[in-house]
């Protein structure tokens, strides 16, 4: 196994005892089939993602709302992970660059921008299994008080 792969299991673990009702992975992220890669403290995770029958639009190419909840399904752990609290997105946006097809992979590596007390801004590229460009996202989030 990739040591920082270990770290992130430790850090889930770690979050857990705080969050007891909190379900991770959550489904979404477990029926896209998401595959953790890479892990850096605070900064960085990378998950990759298969693209399946079942999120294709009628191009056959992945949908868009598909892509997007990706790059969700990265954020939002990545954010949890760098503030050590519940976070909430206050916006995503996301550019699509080119389609991904069937059978192909969908990487994404999502990387904190900057971490504050309240907010924090991070982004995120999607690369196919070539490495090509296939859409970015960055997302601004609050970090939650914890009670």
Known sequence: ?????????????????????AQLPPNCFSVMKAEYIDYES????????????EFLNPMKTMQGGFIAAAFDNVIGPLSYLAARATCVSLD??????????????LTITARVVI?????????????????????????????????
Request: proline share 6%.
């Open 42 to 53: 605070r900064t960085m995770l990378k998950i990759t993602f298969p693209v399946l029958p």
């Open 92 to 105: 995503m946006h996301t550019n699509f660059i080119r389609p991904i097809n069937v059978d192909d992979q």
């Open 1 to 21: 196994m990739n040591p920082n792969l270990e770290v992130l299991q430790a850090e889930f673990e770690q979050l857990g005892g705080q969050f007891p009702d």
């Open 115 to 147: 971490r504050g007390r309240a907010t924090m801004n991070i982004s995120a590229e999607g690369v196919n299994a070539k490495g090509k460009l296939i859409a970015t996202c960055t997302s601004h989030m609050i970090v939650m008080k914890k009670e």
